[in-house]
């Protein structure tokens, strides 16, 4: 950001988090100038992906135990803002290498030690996930030893699944008598294929495309975990991996990927700023008689209105960080209202965010909407971001208001997935998936 910086270093932040930050901001040129090749390929251009695969950004939530840096709140949501003032589609592509982490954590053993022993050398996130947490999810039968998926099984949003070597996807299991098993089923690279399906208005490189099977896969019991008791495994994290990144509950850890999707809002807003500065002082007015924008008292009172904007945002976001960091710290819990109530802070500032690119855009006119300008792709992938389920404005304020309130919640926590609650719901009819 230009200036002053809005907000200190956190005493939470760590050398090796603060290292890769440093790099991801001295890549945000390359990361910018790759930007529209990613569009066109829907996925992260090799130079891109390369170079922040050399910085570490992949490893920045895998355990110390494989190699990774168990990050916490604030060097995560740090790490991720830096990629986002490049390309909001690679900083997507972080938070999902980064959040999703958490769940893979709540799978058997066998299967976590599979997928992590090849994330030192896998360039970019070793597992994506697809259609997890909806409601409808894809049918599999019980066999033995494991569980077979029809071909023609189909999932969508699976962000960064062109980069990945497996992908994580939601299956129902009858289990007689009309019951139902909600479960995690991990397929590997090679048992299904991406569909050409992720033609969107921003966010074009985040390779969010479904990905389906084209013929019966079999998928062995070690690959399979129960959907019902991922709060208890989330809870229970602290317990076999060290790193500020697993000392919290469950809810805290649900925390991290909103927090990250925020920051990418954050990143993004500081990128468009950088980018509208530099036009202003460029630029000339289309009608009024200054030599340049930079000049002109609209332009400059949109300055300081949206820096202030982003600036708030970040205090916001980071603020929380160092609350989560805190509360790992000190290993104590959060209750479902504080989650809401943090989930709405969070959701606000990435809203905040929002309006503060739609302002710098309107300021500077129509030079923005051409695609060779990096402020029109900003303004795509924010409305985009700002559109995800589980961090929408309005579910979001309203899950919190009722908290507020003293209204009964929608849910125990767990920022609301509602695949997680159904699967809670016919926990107790269903037969259980082992637990290695």
């Not at 809870?235 to 990250?260: K, N, T, V």
């Not at 959701?347 to 695609?371: E, F, K, P, R």
Request: charged share 20%; aromatic share 6%; hydrophobic share 40%.
């Amino acid at each position: 950001m230009v200036g002053i910086p809005s907000v200190h270093e956190s005493p939470f932040s760590t050398p090796e988090g603060r290292r890769i930050r440093d790099e991801v901001r001295e890549l945000v040129p390359l990361i910018r100038e790759n930007a529209a090749a990613g569009e066109e390929l829907g996925c992260l251009p090799p130079a891109t992906l390369d170079a922040l695969h050399r910085t570490g950004l992949f490893r920045a939530s895998v355990p110390t135990e494989f190699g990774g840096y168990a990050l916490g709140a604030r060097d995560l949501a740090e790490i991720v803002a830096a990629v986002a003032t490049g390309d909001g589609s690679a900083a997507w592509l972080a938070m999902i290498a980064s959040g999703f982490a958490r769940v893979m954590l709540t799978f058997p053993e066998d299967a976590v030690r599979e997928v992590y022993a090849r994330s030192l050398e896998w360039p970019g996130p070793v597992v994506a996930s697809a259609s997890l947490f909806s409601e409808r999810i894809q049918q599999a039968s019980r066999v033995p030893d494991g569980y077979l998926i029809p071909a023609g099984g189909k999932w969508g949003f699976g962000s960064g699944c062109k980069h990945a070597a497996y992908v994580v996807v939601g299956i129902e299991v009858p289990t007689g008598h009309g019951s139902v098993l909600r479960a995690m089923a991990l397929l590997e690279k090679g048992q299904y294929e991406i569909v050409d399906d992720w033609h969107v208005m921003g966010l074009r490189g985040s390779s969010s495309n479904s990905v389906r099977t084209t013929e019966e896969i079999f998928v062995p019991e070690q690959r399979v975990a129960d959907l019902a008791r991922m709060p208890e495994r989330l809870d229970q994290l602290h317990e076999h991996y060290e790193g500020l990144g697993y000392q919290l509950d469950g809810r805290g850890q649900m925390l991290i990927p909103a927090l990250e999707t925020m920051a990418v809002t954050l990143g993004m807003a500081q990128g468009a700023f950088e980018c509208f500065l530099d036009q202003s002082r460029r630029k000339k007015p289309f009608n009024l008689p200054y030599d340049t924008l930079a000049a002109t008292p609209s332009v400059q009172v949109a300055a300081g209105k949206t820096h202030a904007m982003i600036n708030a945002a970040e205090c916001l976001l980071f603020g929380r960080a160092d609350h989560i960091d805190r509360k790992a710290q000190a290993r104590e819990p959060f209750t479902a209202a504080e989650e809401s109530a943090i989930m709405m802070d969070l959701v606000h500032a990435g809203n905040v965010c929002g309006a503060a690119i739609d302002t710098l855009q309107l300021t500077l006119g129509s030079s923005t909407v051409s695609l060779r300008n990096p402020i029109q792709r900003f303004a795509r992938d924010v409305r985009v971001a700002l559109t995800h389920g589980s961090t929408r404005l309005d579910p979001s304020a309203e899950i919190s208001g009722r908290h507020l309130l003293g209204q009964p919640p929608f849910t125990d926590g767990m920022a609301a997935v509602p695949g997680v609650a159904k699967a809670a719901e016919t926990a107790q009819t269903a037969i259980p998936v082992p637990v290695a």
